[in-house]
């Protein structure tokens, strides 16, 4: 069965960086369209980054723009968060998901993606 497994959070100080991983099995990752989201208590999820089948189209929100960059690597069925600068109100779960019928987009609407992982904390300390 398709599977997302999420990698790479922790607990980190204001300033500090992470990387998250997300690895894909079960599906042909390089048809489909991937997001990072994420959620904090309280809140709801929001996209803070997409990226297209073949990696060209890129989506930043405006939120992390500047410190989160999302890439990917099709040989090896995974797309990664590279987190720096991180700030407190980053503290969330942050989840991957996949999504066929982007064409070479990043843009998937919310509701259309096919799969998700199960999500990773990322703690943010001040």
């Known amino acids: 069965q398709v599977q997302l497994v999420e990698s790479g959070g922790g607990l980190v100080q204001a300033g500090g960086s992470l990387r998250l991983s997300c690895a894909g099995s079960?599906?042909?990752?390089?048809?489909?369209?991937m997001g990072w989201f994420r959620q904090a208590p309280g809140k709801e999820r929001e996209q803070v980054a997409g990226v297209s089948t073949n990696g060209v189209s890129i989506y930043v929100s405006d939120s992390v723009k500047g410190r989160f960059t999302i890439s990917r690597d099709n040989a090896k069925n995974t797309v990664y968060l590279q987190m720096i600068s991180l700030k407190p109100e980053d503290t969330a779960v942050y989840y991957c998901?996949?999504?066929?019928?982007?064409?070479?987009?990043?843009?998937?609407?919310?509701?259309?993606?096919?799969?998700w992982g199960q999500g990773t904390q990322v703690t943010v300390s001040a």
């Open positions: 998901a996949a999504a066929t019928g982007a064409g070479g987009s990043w843009y998937v609407p919310r509701g259309k993606y096919d799969y």
């Open positions: 079960g599906l042909a990752f390089s048809n489909y369209a």
